[in-house]
């Protein structure tokens, strides 16, 4: 199965932008769904955004639609999620995440995980 590593997290200032990107190693890549999840301190992993196989296809969660927009490429191996407007609210750690078919909008059901990039919205 694919392995996942996280880059570009940090720290930001409110209204600001970021872009965090996966790369995928060791399986299959443009068979797998992806996403990306994120979780605050305290709180339940929740669902970000998701991109189908053939990118035809993405969907996101309430509290970033219009802000952030995913993206892969299938040649580099590679998922990105490009973070407008950033809020405090955006505060969390980032996941990476794969699975074959869709990606589920429930954290317990996804199938592969990156170790997470920690996003830090503050002045």
């Known amino acids: 199965q694919v392995q996942l590593l996280e880059s570009g997290g940090g720290v930001v200032q409110p209204g600001g932008s970021l872009r965090l990107s996966c790369a995928a190693s060791?399986?299959?890549?443009?068979?797998?769904?992806m996403g990306w999840f994120r979780q605050a301190p305290g709180k339940e992993r929740e669902f970000v955004a998701a991109?189908?196989?053939?990118?035809?296809?993405?969907y996101y969660g309430d509290a970033v639609k219009g802000r952030f927009t995913i993206s892969r490429d299938n040649a580099a191996n590679t998922v990105d999620l490009q973070m407008n407007s950033l809020k405090p609210d955006d505060t969390a750690v980032y996941y990476c995440?794969?699975?074959?078919?869709?990606?589920?909008?429930?954290?317990?059901?996804?199938?592969?995980w990156g170790q997470g990039t920690l996003v830090n919205v503050s002045t």
């Open positions: 995440a794969a699975d074959f078919g869709i990606i589920s909008r429930d954290h317990h059901d996804v199938g592969v």
């Open positions: 060791g399986g299959t890549f443009s068979r797998h769904a």
């Open positions: 991109i189908n196989w053939s990118g035809t296809n993405v």
